[in-house]
């Protein structure tokens, strides 16, 4: 290689690390917010990355891509439908969203649909409050709404703060606070291309005929059944994919006999498309995988958490871990996490906050500290209580041990 050849080699393993780099950023961000306003500083690298990204989507996950002038939006596909530990949040310290809530999401959106460029919070409301009433499938579901109590305009404030989120809403007067306390109003600008790009299933929910949840789910979800054996291992490495991309955890003990087949005698390359793309870390142990984030910015839920919340789910996953090593599969009763979570509050009561070291919380405290927990794959929740996983045994604290002191050659042992 001539020394003219070899500065524009080097430059162009820079330009290609670069691109990696980019292209890691782009995915990495469309992972954690699936649906990107353009207004976020991140957008110009999907933008670029958009074609790269569209075709990584579909062959690992299955996923497409959609990126125009306003927005970018990953249309996931969840590999469980039946998991539900990781609800909407309108913010990051606000509670998931409840059943009520979810259902005034799908009423606000499609009122949406039919407003103008602008609307009013109190003109959306009025939309959703004469769709609750004139809804005989609502009532007989027990869905009430009629903005006459605080908690309602709660959980419809909520819904706009989610909307305003993705940008589908801006604000454009007014405050949602003043709204829920009656002393005004909020104005909005409606995209409708954001609007557009919230719904992301396989067909409308409007042509499935089944009643029940979890049918109605698997209709608007349902993907060809592949005819041939490469398309049949091509569905299973994308279903197994987006369990690892999605989950906290992949247990083997949840797969059925065709996915762990695979999975064994494919992990090295699933792993390596996932964590070359990625830059998360596979870590595989004998009861399952799991994908760690060193840098933190694709994980919704984290442990250890700062704060008496997070304080109190780590020392709970410490007790559940001691449970799991002393009483393999042994269920634990929540009564027992709660006076565990009283008797804790009382240790810790210089350092966390005033209200959690009231006993009447404990419940409250407990619940939330499980669902931390459930959401992590770390515990199931029961009809009977509570059951360890066995990923909570990284958990675990054993006593501590000291070997014994070295001896020297020809000295007897003390």
């Known amino acids: 290689m001539s020394t003219v050849d070899a500065p524009v080699s080097e430059l162009r393993e ?16 469309l992972l954690m917010q699936p649906l990107l306003p353009a207004t976020d500083e991140r957008f110009p690298a999907v933008r670029r990355q958009a074609t790269a990204l569209r075709e990584w989507f579909s062959r690992e996950a299955g996923w497409s891509v959609q990126v125009d002038r306003s927005h970018a939006r990953l249309r996931k596909t969840p590999a469980r439908l039946s998991d539900s530990t990781r609800g909407a949040r ?28 602008q609307t009013a919070l109190g003109r959306l409301a009025d939309r959703i409050v004469s769709s609750v009433a004139a809804d005989e499938e609502l009532a007989a579901a027990g869905v009430r709404f009629t903005l006459q109590t605080r908690d309602e305009r709660r959980d419809l404030v909520a819904v706009a703060r989610l909307l305003l989120a993705a940008q589908v809403l801006r604000r ?8 829920v306390t009656g002393a ?20 409308p929910p409007t042509t499935v005929d089944a009643h029940h949840l979890d049918d109605r789910l698997a209709a608007i979800t349902e993907e060809p059944v592949p005819d041939t054996p490469d398309a049949r291992n091509r569905a299973i490495r994308q279903r197994l994919t987006r369990r690892l991309l999605d989950d906290a955890v992949l247990a083997y003990d949840e797969l059925d006999a065709a996915e762990l087949a695979y999975l064994t005698s494919q992990r090295a390359r699933i792993l390596g498309a996932i964590t070359s793309a990625t830059g998360l870390v596979a870590e595989v142990r004998a009861e399952g995988i799991a994908l760690l984030d060193d840098r933190g910015d694709v994980t919704d839920q984290r442990l250890p958490e700062d704060g008496t919340d997070g304080h109190l789910t780590l020392l709970l996953a410490e007790h559940l871990a001691g449970v799991l090593r002393e009483r393999p599969g042994a269920v634990v009763a929540v009564e027992e996490l709660e006076a565990h979570t009283a008797t ?9 906050r005033k209200d959690a070291t009231d006993p009447a919380n404990a419940p409250g405290l407990t619940a939330d500290a499980v669902a931390r927990l459930a959401a992590l794959d770390l515990v199931v929740v029961t009809a009977d209580g509570v059951l360890p996983r066995p990923p909570i045994a990284r958990y675990a604290i054993a006593a501590p041990t000291v070997p014994p002191p070295l001896q020297l050659f020809g000295q007897d042992p003390p």
């Open 14 to 29: 820079q330009l290609e690390a670069a691109e990696r780099h980019e292209f890691r950023i782009a995915l990495r961000t």
């Open 184 to 203: 005004g109003d909020a104005l909005y600008a409606v995209d409708r291309s954001a609007l557009a790009g919230m719904l992301a299933t396989r067909r």
């Open 344 to 352: 804790l509050a009382g240790r810790h009561a210089r350092y966390w």
């Open 90 to 117: 309108a913010r990051p310290g606000d509670p998931p969203f409840s059943r009520r809530r979810y259902v005034l999401l799908c009423l606000a959106l499609a009122a949406l649909e039919g407003e103008e460029r």
């Open 172 to 179: 454009v007067d007014g405050d949602e606070t003043a709204y």
